[in-house]
């Protein structure tokens, strides 16, 4: 199986691949994209992905971000280059859409499927290749050279870009927290780290106009953290807010802060909180974690299976609920 997911030239489409055969009860049961961002008609911006449910032929599409938005386009589902199933919809997103497929239109055969999501100007998808672009811009060809002096500046450039923030020399914009503390940043520095805030600058964001980024859903305490991986590429407290976080790498498009994160979760987990990082594992795409997560409940099935808050989770997320049977199947 294989999948893969594109950008149309214009950014107003994305095309996500499966390549696979979704009658095989040997794959998974869901498949999920990668995340990509999206603008809606009111300049918020939302981080979204795509669900496809083999069992039930569903297509989803969810808003994993913190922001809400509101989509107009059309959504279509593939077999090869044959659209058999089309949808249109002018919604107010706050988790989900979902269409169901009619299985009759689909044979049971291994082939490419497609899902199409068309939006409608002045919507649009967000480039995310900034990172990629840059990276091959400042590459050394002569990196096996400079490589062990590199090594050696790289505490140092840490150190340096650490007393950049917190001193503010040089700021050419603010960062404006849920409490109201202001803090002194560099675009460019903010633009590299993240294709979520490159777009908002590039596009000209509402949020930004004025020279200040307003994150009205973390604290000071949480954004010092995140400016801080933004900066020297390791949170300064990670033990208190690793779970917000890894919140704040999904919003953010940052994959090394949420894999950070969820590798300092796997420290913590325990019978009390193993719901929950599950949760987080799967939502985040965290792999590491949601097994570790999983395991646990294995171990621990028959004291968990008392508790009130295993059926209440069962019942709100039946398909981790299924995913952590089948693990307990395999014991």
């Not at 097994?291 to 997320?317: G, R």
């Amino acid at each position: 199986m294989s999948e893969d997911l594109t950008i149309g030239e214009n950014k107003s489409s994305i095309t996500w691949t499966i390549n696979t055969n979704i009658y095989n009860r040997n794959v998974p049961d869901t498949f999920l994209s990668k995340t990509f961002s999206v603008c809606d008609r009111s300049n918020n911006h939302g981080i979204c992905r795509l669900r496809l449910t083999r069992s039930s032929l569903e297509i989803t599409l969810e808003n994993v971000g913190n922001n809400k938005i509101t989509l107009d386009g059309e959504i279509q589902f593939c077999k090869k280059q044959s659209t058999v199933f089309t949808a249109k919809f002018y919604e107010y997103i706050n988790e989900y859409i979902k269409w169901t497929i009619n299985n009759q239109t689909i044979n049971n055969q291994t082939g490419v499927y497609l899902v199409k999501l068309n939006l409608n100007s002045p919507c649009f998808i967000i480039d995310q290749d900034l990172l990629t672009k840059f990276r091959a811009y400042i590459k050394d060809d002569n990196a096996a050279e400079t490589k062990e002096t590199a090594r050696k500046e790289t505490p140092d450039l840490s150190t340096d870009l650490e007393k950049l923030l917190y001193e503010g020399k040089y700021s050419d914009v603010e960062i404006i927290s849920s409490d109201g503390e202001i803090l002194k940043c560099h675009k460019a520095l903010l633009c590299v780290r993240s294709p979520v805030l490159e777009a908002m600058f590039s596009n000209d964001f509402k949020e930004v106009s004025s020279g200040q980024i307003k994150l009205n859903y973390f604290d000071t305490e949480v954004v010092k953290d995140l400016l801080s991986y933004i900066y020297t590429g390791m949170p300064k407290h990670l033990e208190d807010n690793a779970e917000i976080l890894i919140q704040a790498g999904e919003q953010f498009q940052m994959e090394a802060l949420k894999e950070i994160c969820g590798k300092h979760l796997i420290k913590k987990l325990t019978k009390d909180n193993v719901l929950e990082y599950l949760a987080l594992g799967d939502k985040y795409r965290q792999q590491d974690l949601k097994e570790a997560s999983l395991e646990m409940i294995v171990k621990n099935a028959k004291d968990m299976k008392e508790d009130t808050k295993f059926t209440e989770f069962a019942i709100n997320n039946p398909e981790l609920m299924v995913e952590a049977f089948s693990a307990l199947a395999f014991k």
